[in-house]
């Protein structure tokens, strides 16, 4: 029974550090933060959630990152025009973010 509680407490730790290390994107002007594959995150830098709060930003509203790291995300399968993986992420079914999806 030991065990199982703290077992269970550090699952309960783990789980509430990993929701404050989600990455969200904002460029260092914006008043908001974008999930990954946001068409309006344009050609900003990643940071964690927590950060993006501290600094006063608030969620878009067209993306809604608040709501989307409910989804399971992974990172996009595309490829880069230099060759490497994507390091956008996800919640589409076929792990593409927007600029790698199919027209």
Known sequence: MKKFLVLTFFMVVAIAVTSQAQTVYSSAKGE????ADCKLSGD?????LAAAKKAG???CGVCKPD??????????VGKTADGTRCKRMTASKDNKCYQHKSK
């Open 44 to 48: 900003a830098d990643n940071m964690t």
């Open 32 to 35: 908001k933060y974008h999930t």
């Open 67 to 76: 709501e989307h790291f409910k989804d399971k995300v992974s990172q996009c």
């Open 57 to 59: 930003k608030t969620g």
